[in-house]
Structure formats: C-alpha cells, structure tokens
C-alpha cells in the first residue's frame, strides 16, 4: 500500500503516526485489514506564542480537548515549545463522517465561542484554524472523496478569523515498488 499526502495549506498541525498503523493481518493470508475508520476528522486548532492554555479557555469560555503549554517539551531531548495550542475536536454522533456530517458540532460550540476567537486573532494573541484530515483509502468509494462545507460553516469560520487547513492523504496500492510501500509526497 502507498501513501500519498498533499497539503493544502502549509501550517504545522498535530500529525498521525502512519508507522504504527499497520492493521492487523489474517493468518494464512499476504493481505492486511485496515480497521474501518471515518475517512475525514475535523478539528478547532489555536496556536498562541504569548498566551498559555489556561488563559485561552478563560478568554474564550471553553475547554479544549487537548493542548499543549509554551514551554513544554514533545520529548526531553527536543527544545522547548515556543508557542501553545488549543485543541478541539469535533466529532459526528456515530463517531463517523464527512464533513457535513461533522459541521453541527463546530456550529454546536455557538457563535460567542466563534466572536471570542476572532478577538484573540484580531488582537494578534493566537492564529485560528479549522483542521480536516481527509484519508482516503478506498479511490472507488464516492462517501471518501470531496469536502463540502456550508455557508453557514463559512460564517462561523469567519466570525472566529479562522483560516482553514486540509490535509489529505490517500493510501493506494502501487504494485511497482519494493516491499509494496512506498510513502510518497507530492
């Protein structure tokens, strides 16, 4: 199986580590099954180089889902961070979906969460974005393929002056390359 990822736009963002998954594999069998997952994951991302995650859930009146402090490390041998995130997942009912099915929980959070974003944007604090992750790992699938979001989304994502990242990676097989994996970055 290759993997191919393009980025849509260039911001750093938290990242899956696709070297741990490697599925589980049938006995007696070359084939390796791919635990069936939603092929899209949609999250709120504040990224702040003066403000801590304690007084970016004061200011904007909401917890986050996980973050990171300025300050703290990844690992011990790596340099400190120079900067916080905020994170906030936003996730379907059943636990699966596309992006449409996924809009209702960010417009869920209310449009005071989104005013009070802007106001940390405008006032230089923290950048905002709005995060897809876009896997596709069936090409024949119809419900893996395309992002529609909708002006009501748009307005939300303008109130909180979010920009909008989309990472997608699409896992094909290659046949012609050794071993049958090859990462590849366009």
Same mark, same amino acid.
């Given at each position: 199986m290759c993997w191919t990822a393009e980025r849509r736009?260039?911001? *750093?963002? *938290? %990242?899956?580590?696709?070297s %741990?998954?490697?599925g589980r594999q049938?006995?007696?069998s070359d084939e390796r099954q791919v635990p069936a997952v939603s092929a899209f994951r949609m999250y709120l %991302?504040?990224?702040s180089e003066s403000l801590q995650p304690e007084e970016i859930s004061r200011r904007l009146g909401a917890e986050p889902d996980e973050s990171t402090s300025i300050g703290s490390r990844r690992r011990p041998q790596l340099p400190p961070r120079s900067h916080s995130t905020w994170i906030r997942r936003a996730d379907a009912p059943e636990g699966r979906g596309r992006p449409e099915d996924l809009e209702p929980a960010?417009?869920?959070w209310g449009t005071d969460l989104a005013t009070a974003l802007?106001?940390?944007a405008d006032a230089g604090e923290a950048s905002v974005f709005l995060e897809i992750v876009q896997e596709i790992r069936d090409l024949d699938d119809p419900?893996?393929?395309?992002?529609a979001l909708s002006a009501d989304l748009m307005s939300w994502l303008g109130a909180a002056r979010a920009s909008l990242d989309i990472d997608q990676y699409v896992y094909h097989e290659c046949g012609d390359e050794p071993?049958?994996?090859? *990462?590849?970055? *366009?």
């Open positions: 736009r260039s911001y *750093p963002t *938290p %990242r899956t580590d696709h %741990r998954e490697q049938d006995r007696g %991302r504040v990224v960010v417009l869920g802007g106001r940390l419900q893996q393929k395309g992002i071993g049958g994996v090859s *990462p590849s970055a *366009p």
